[in-house]
């Protein structure tokens, strides 16, 4: 079955440190792959995407992803935490032969001052 | 531009009473819609799809039902309210036949039964 791995549900993470979110799909076909960021009582942002592209994905505030085939992950990444990055984010895949989002079950971000 | 919107933002709602909760796009047409429901702890869970007007997809055996009267407008309904039904409820459209699927999501709306 096709499923979308976030592990962790709540991610704690010291300001200045490195921000690490893991996302992992299971597919033999490379998909279509996005991290969205939502804010307390907000809709969802999207962050960046991976359309088969550069591997390596900039994205907005400071945020970057990896697709990596071999390793069925879509990690996001930002150097360097700040406060205002407190948030939950989700990643999603678009799967080969599917027409919608699947979404992992998000990571709930806090940043330590 | 494209824009969303949803409406009410917040809506407080006795056990047993109706829902209409509203969304409207902008800006693109003959969207796919989509209804999405946060619960406490949960993710996101896809509730209905729609890929035009009248035509309804629910993804989930619940007592909420949703129409599309128009191309760019999407309803969610209920009849009767379950205490289970609270949440945070997105709306959210794509671009029909589009590669990447990618989603665009309004503001939200926060329903509390009591």
């Known amino acids: 079955a096709q499923s979308v791995t976030q592990l962790g549900s709540h991610v704690s993470v010291s300001e200045g440190a490195l921000v690490l979110l893991r996302c992992n799909y299971s597919?033999?076909?490379?998909?279509?792959l996005f991290w969205y960021v939502q804010y307390p009582n907000q809709g969802l942002q999207l962050l960046l995407k991976?359309?088969?592209?550069?591997?390596l994905v900039k994205g907005i505030n400071g945020f970057e992803a990896e697709f990596k085939k071999s390793e069925t992950s879509f990690h996001l990444t930002k150097p360097s935490a700040h406060m205002s990055d407190a948030a939950e984010y989700f990643c999603a895949v678009r799967f080969y032969g599917n027409n919608r989002l699947a979404f992992g079950k998000g990571n709930q971000v806090v940043v330590i001052p | 531009s494209q824009t969303i919107h949803q409406w009410p933002a917040t809506l407080v709602q006795p056990v047993g009473s109706p829902l209409s909760l509203e969304c409207t796009v902008e800006g693109t047409s003959n969207p796919n819609l989509y209804w999405y429901r946060q619960a406490a702890g949960r993710g996101l869970q896809l509730l209905f799809y729609?890929?035009?007007?009248?035509?309804i997809s629910s993804e989930v055996p619940q007592n909420l039902s949703a129409s599309r009267p128009q191309d760019r407008q999407f309803i969610l309904s209920s009849k009767k309210l379950l205490l289970s039904d609270s949440g945070f409820y997105l709306c959210a459209w794509s671009v029909q036949g589009s590669n990447t699927g990618e989603l665009f999501f309004g503001e939200g709306s926060r329903l509390t039964v009591l």
């Open positions: 597919s033999s076909v490379p998909p279509y």
């Open positions: 991976y359309t088969s592209a550069a591997t």
């Open positions: 729609s890929i035009g007007i009248g035509q």
